[in-house]
């Protein structure tokens, strides 16, 4: 998480879920990338979080323009928080370095890990196309697979 910041909104109730809505979007058209219904399971009050796009937590109005974006696409409702916290981890240093202050340039390059007799990984990071991704993931199990399956493993 060396790199992102969270952003929590609460509200008096989950109206989104009166209204037809899950509180999950992804956006790319605001700071917040990816936002989540954070109610508890009584939903006696709302909550929505998002994960602020890379760096976006450091620009002068993130917090309005945030509550901003939660409006636009959860209703009116959304644009008075009862609070609002923000978690930016770039900036904790049990978390982060001065290198995660700048966001990448593009996605890492993974590359697979040959499996062996003893130990086989399938996860995204073994990968080579859409490492860190669910795709990722995904090719890497079918990999695995392959190798169980051709192997003789």
């Given amino acids: 998480m060396a790199g992102h910041a969270k952003l929590v909104a609460t509200y008096p109730t989950a109206f989104w879920r009166e209204n037809g809505l899950n509180g999950d979007a992804i956006s790319h058209r605001g700071p917040l990338a990816e936002i989540h219904d954070a ?3 009584d939903a ?8 602020a ?5 450091h ?10 974006q939660l409006a636009r696409l959860f209703g009116q409702e959304a644009a008075t928080p009862d609070d609002v916290f923000i978690k930016d981890w770039s900036l904790d240093p049990a978390t982060a370095t001065e290198a995660d202050l700048t966001p990448p ?4 390059n993974y590359s697979a890990v040959p499996p062996t007799r003893r130990v086989m990984f399938a996860r995204t990071e073994t990968s080579s196309d859409n490492g860190g991704f669910l795709e990722g993931a995904l090719a890497g199990a079918e990999a695995a697979n392959a190798a169980l399956t051709l192997g003789g493993y």
């Fill in 44 to 51: 006696k009050v709302g909550a929505l979080f998002g994960f």
């Fill in 105 to 108: 340039s593009d996605h890492p």
């Fill in 59 to 68: 620009q002068s109005g993130f917090r309005d323009a945030a509550v901003a």
């Fill in 53 to 57: 796009q890379v760096g976006a937590a």
């Fill in 39 to 41: 109610s508890p399971v």
